[in-house]
């Protein structure tokens, strides 16, 4: 027997299923991006679209620049040369932890690579740790060995996000001199 064609209302019945489908898909599904309209500074303007992406939270995680081109957000802060002479890294004959270098760094991912170079003088020992906004990230290592963690901040991401972590090094000695420097330290993802 050949096949019929469908009836109207049957066709008509599963355009409105195929409809409703997609509308649920398109509702039900956050979006990634955002474009906006041109934008007005005093009496230029921008031509170009902006691109915006935000995570679930509604942190923006990615923006262009539409000025110049490239990266708008996130900012990647990058760490300048360092000495390699010993004799002027950050040093402490203290006996007790004391911090011998500090920095303040934007909370943008949940996770923190860092790595320190440390060393001993002849005849001394030591330890070095780490504590972000006053709390021991990663293991405190011997004075001598290389200090190289990955781990989670010690700090609420979410409520922190954006706002500003501080970072410490800090040393202690036995019978001379330790030394410690940064040489990698970067944000990543969990």
Do not use: C
């Not at 906004?133 to 405190?140: A, E, K, R, S, Y």
């Amino acid at each position: 027997m050949p096949q019929l064609p469908e009836d109207i209302i049957d066709r008509l019945n599963q355009m409105e299923r195929r409809i409703k489908a997609l509308s649920t898909a398109v509702t039900t599904r956050p979006a990634v991006s955002e474009i906006r309209p041109p934008a007005q500074t005093g009496s230029v303007t921008i031509n170009r679209p902006l691109f915006r992406i935000f995570d679930g939270y509604g942190h923006e995680i990615f923006a262009d620049d539409i000025m110049t081109g490239g990266l708008a957000r996130p900012w990647l802060a990058l760490l300048p040369p360092q000495p390699t002479d010993k004799a002027r890294w950050p040093s402490t004959t203290s006996t007790a932890f004391t911090t011998v270098a500090k920095s303040y760094n934007p909370i943008w991912q949940p996770k923190l690579r860092l790595t320190v170079e440390t060393a001993v003088s002849s005849g001394a020992s030591g330890e070095v740790k780490v504590l972000v906004d006053g709390l021991q990230f990663g293991p405190t290592v011997i004075a001598g060995t290389t200090f190289n963690h990955i781990g989670l901040l010690p700090v609420d991401v979410n409520s922190r996000f954006g706002q500003t972590m501080q970072i410490e090094i800090q040393a202690k000695a036995t019978g001379g001199t330790v030394y410690a420097q940064p040489v990698l330290i970067h944000g990543t993802q969990t």
